[in-house]
């Protein structure tokens, strides 16, 4: 039987040391698990230390949920090994590595299961295996980043202080030809574009930006780091026929580890971005500054049921800003 590897990869705008506490204990893969809720009676049993090498966790539930157990081998701050044995719905010995890469204001976490294909595993087709793992993987690695970044301390923020213009100049901490609230309304009922940005009372850096077209047609989401540096990019646009909102576009940007002033695009290290279809397929470029070519890569039957939104109304901006992220909803 040919050995198997299988790989997917979110960034996370949260240190690695938040991430690595979610991986480390198997108590808290219920806040993040793709698998949670499959048995509401499942069985758990946790054993050893609390956390890192040795601790471990079996289970026992219904078909769907099986039956095995988890032990962490290795822990270390950039990466947790853990040894995956299934003893139902069939047998089955894997081991499951995150790696944690420290990224400009983030973490880049990869998600890998490696093992033998197990003669069950041959029966339900290499694609079809493969298919359903990743998609269980990427909705794990969604509701990690979701609960790492809600880990974060907060900045605390009064209502009103949100600020409109035509941008956001990262540089000089203010908007870009900045305008009152009325006429942002009257550019939201009519057009053309404005941008929102959110800063906490006594903060220089915005929160994030949002860039909104007449009527919410389209949303373009910036988020930064604590430079002020953009770090991430969403963009959600009117689908025809469908009044709501499909996230089509999403790119993140790396910046040198030494970086301690705000950096633009052009200033990044490497880039990575997406464009997504609702057919399921997407686009993947990835642009490293310093190599020549950019990597394609083509991806198919991918769960993009979790990138509508509704429109926003006026005044509805932390619903995006705060969690662009597509949903769970697959």
């Known amino acids: 039987m040919a050995d198997f590897e299988l790989s997917r990869t979110t960034h996370v705008v949260a240190d690695p040391g938040t991430v690595h506490a979610l991986i480390d204990d198997f108590r808290q893969w219920t806040r993040w698990s793709p698998w949670e809720g499959a048995d509401p009676d499942l069985r758990r049993t946790y054993a050893g230390p609390d956390h890192g090498v040795g601790s471990t966790y079996q289970w026992s539930g219904n078909a769907k949920a099986g039956e095995g157990r988890m032990e962490i081998v290795s822990s270390t701050p950039s990466e947790v090994v853990v040894d995956l044995r299934f003893v139902k719905p069939f047998k089955a010995t894997n081991v499951t590595t995150f790696s944690l890469r420290p990224i400009g204001g983030g973490t880049d976490v990869t998600w890998t299961m490696t093992g033998q294909r197990s003669a069950v595993m041959g029966l339900m087709g290499t694609l079809f295996f493969d298919k359903a793992i990743g998609k269980d993987f990427d909705r794990g690695l969604a509701a990690m980043k979701r609960t790492a970044e809600a880990s974060r301390p907060p900045r605390s923020h009064a209502p009103g202080s949100y600020r409109y213009g035509l941008g956001w100049n990262a540089r000089l901490k203010k908007p870009k030809e900045e305008i009152d609230e009325p006429t942002a309304r009257q550019r939201f009922a009519q057009g053309p574009m404005f941008a929102v940005s ?56 790396v910046y040198a580890d030494d970086a301690r002033t705000t950096r633009t695009f052009s200033q990044s290290v490497a880039h990575k971005s997406w464009v997504f279809r609702q057919d399921g397929t997407a686009t993947c470029r990835d642009v490293v500054t310093s190599m020549p070519d950019a990597r394609i890569s083509e991806y198919r039957d991918l769960d993009v049921s979790g990138h509508w939104r509704a429109r926003p109304s006026f005044g509805d901006w932390d619903g995006y800003g705060e969690h662009p992220e597509p949903s769970d909803a697959g």
């Open 198 to 253: 959110r800063v906490a009372e006594g903060q220089a850096v915005a929160d994030f930006t949002l860039y909104v077209a007449a009527e919410g047609s389209h949303v373009r989401v910036q988020r930064y780091d604590a430079n002020g540096s953009v770090v991430e990019v969403y963009d959600f646009a009117v689908v025809e026929g469908d009044d709501r909102l499909f996230m089509d576009n999403y790119t993140v940007y």
